[in-house]
């Protein structure tokens, strides 16, 4: 997932606060209380619809793909957390998300709408079927442009502007409220390698480091926040596949595995 020194509980609470919204943001789903969808990265410019956080998933919005997986399901330990099942199209396009808990109650639900083969809305329903909230995007001649994400009552919650060079977003600024940060993207062999999230006057908040294998398949994402250290490993299958993706929280110098994500095809 995703420096900054928190120097009194006020700056914690209001770091946490904008961690939360900023969730809210990236494609977060909860699943009997376990985090499926919760880290803002992304693995290439070509196969992230949302350009600050990446997904397995995304290449079934971008570009749609036959044969994306079914299921994933959510562990901690020897324990099922959660799952969700997915729809598609027959062009591949993911059509919808089906979230359940530990027990296979349905929990919730996202449903992606698409223009010309381009998406335009993603919504995030509740286990009775009320609207949570909905990301709106919006493209140019180049591409993606923004997006701008509303509450379930229309009130708007945070938008995002984002900056191309070189045919790729290098940047984008935040705007949530009368809160503002900078997002900001080093490239190295045209592959994301550091993201850096800053507040309006350069002071740096987070940082997410990228490592690739060598077949340029991305292997662990570092996120440094302050104090607070994780990693996410990814694992794949002898086609290239993504098989599971396990989140790790440093503590006391020791890496300690908190969940693993399992996904079926």
Request: proline fraction near 2%; charged fraction near 30%; charge should be positive.
């Amino acid at each position: 997932m995703i420096a900054c020194s928190v120097t009194s509980a006020r700056e914690s609470r209001a770091l946490l606060s904008r961690a939360r919204v900023r969730l809210r943001f990236f494609h977060t789903a909860l699943i009997g209380g376990a985090l499926l969808f919760s880290f803002p990265l992304f693995l290439t410019p070509l196969d992230a619809y949302m350009p600050l956080r990446w997904s397995p998933l995304d290449v079934y919005v971008t570009r749609g793909k036959k044969g994306g997986p079914k299921r994933i399901l959510v562990k901690a330990g020897n324990r099922l957390k959660g799952s969700a099942d997915f729809v598609y199209n027959r062009r591949g396009f993911l059509l919808k998300e089906i979230y359940r808990d530990s027990r296979g109650k349905r929990t919730g639900e996202t449903r992606y709408r698409y223009r010309n083969s381009r998406l335009i809305s993603e919504r995030r329903y509740n286990t009775k079927g009320s609207l949570i909230d909905e990301k709106i995007f919006s493209y140019n001649r180049t591409g993606l442009s923004a997006m701008d994400l509303f509450s379930g009552t229309g009130k708007k919650i945070l938008s995002q502007v984002f900056r191309r060079g070189n045919s790729r977003i290098v940047a984008a600024r935040e705007s949530a409220g009368n809160t503002y940060e900078r997002f900001l993207i080093k490239y190295v062999q045209n592959k994301p390698a550091l993201m850096r999230i800053v507040q309006e006057d350069g002071k740096e908040l987070s940082r997410i480091i990228f490592s690739y294998r060598a077949d340029g398949k991305l292997k662990v994402r570092y996120r440094d926040q302050g104090s607070v250290r994780s990693k996410c490993v990814y694992q794949y299958d002898a086609r290239g596949r993504i098989m599971s993706y396990s989140y790790y929280s440093l503590i006391r110098g020791s890496w300690r595995l908190d969940k693993t994500l399992n996904i079926q095809y």
